[in-house]
């Protein structure tokens, strides 16, 4: 297994567009977190999932942002009418069920909003 | 609400001196305890993490970090700094059950001067 994956690495888009990012967890593991980082802080948690289910939003997430597990695997996470406040670094992590303390991050997808 | 206080956003270490970043949680129960280091343009890795089990963890690349309860502390040690070990560091709290939502403090930037 290569790890977490995230696709794009980086995007750039114009306030105003639809973005949406794509993360591959670990396979086996059935927990998934996005968590959202802006220069010179830590990262927050935004969502999390288990298998398909999301259980949790932070209020971070406004209504702009939509995030999806279809088949309990990959991950979308889509922000519609970017804003300039919305550039930062978008990290996915997974985790396995018997070892759920332990989260494995992806690269992450950095947002440029213009 | 569980969480993590890191104190000096930058720390800078002559090489071969000693690493120490400062670590102190905010929770009623003792939680899940780790550190993560990220390195330029990448994801998040693990050094280390306190489940509970014995106090003083050791990780990777050398790192270890004490578990004091009666001072809510969880500090992050290294005895001799290498150039490899300049870095952002984050420490970060999640609770012993629920949705493991990782909170993390606001990071070290980690200059080693040769």
């Known amino acids: 297994d290569t790890g977490v994956s995230q696709d794009p690495r980086h995007k750039i888009t114009k306030r105003g567009q639809n973005v949406t990012f794509r993360c591959d967890p670990i396979s086996e593991h059935n927990r998934l977190y996005w968590y959202r980082q802006t220069l010179g802080q830590g990262p927050e948690f935004l969502t999390y999932?288990?298998?398909?289910?999301?259980?949790?939003k932070s209020r971070l997430l406004s209504d702009r942002f939509s995030a999806e597990r279809p088949k309990g695997s990959f991950s979308t996470l889509e922000i519609q009418r970017t804003e300039q406040g919305d550039s930062a670094m978008y990290l996915c992590?997974?985790?396995?069920?018997?070892?759920?303390?332990?989260?494995?991050f992806g690269p992450g997808t950095r947002l440029t909003v213009l | 609400a569980q969480s993590v206080t890191q104190l000096g956003s930058h720390v800078s270490v002559s090489e071969g001196a000693l690493v120490l970043l400062r670590c102190n949680y905010s929770?009623?129960?003792?939680?899940?305890l780790f550190w993560y280091v990220q390195y330029p343009n990448q994801g998040l890795q693990l050094l280390l993490k306190?489940?509970?089990?014995?106090?003083l963890v050791k990780g990777i690349n050398g790192f270890e970090a004490e578990f004091k309860k009666s001072e809510t502390s969880f500090h992050l040690t290294k005895p001799s700094a290498h150039m490899r070990d300049a870095a952002e560091y984050f420490c970060a709290v999640s609770p012993l059950r629920g949705n493991n939502r990782l909170a993390f403090g606001k990071g070290n930037q980690v200059v080693v001067i040769p």
């Open positions: 929770s009623s129960v003792p939680p899940y």
């Open positions: 306190y489940t509970s089990a014995a106090t």
């Open positions: 999932f288990q298998n398909e289910a999301q259980l949790e």
């Open positions: 992590a997974s985790s396995h069920r018997d070892h759920g303390n332990e989260q494995f």
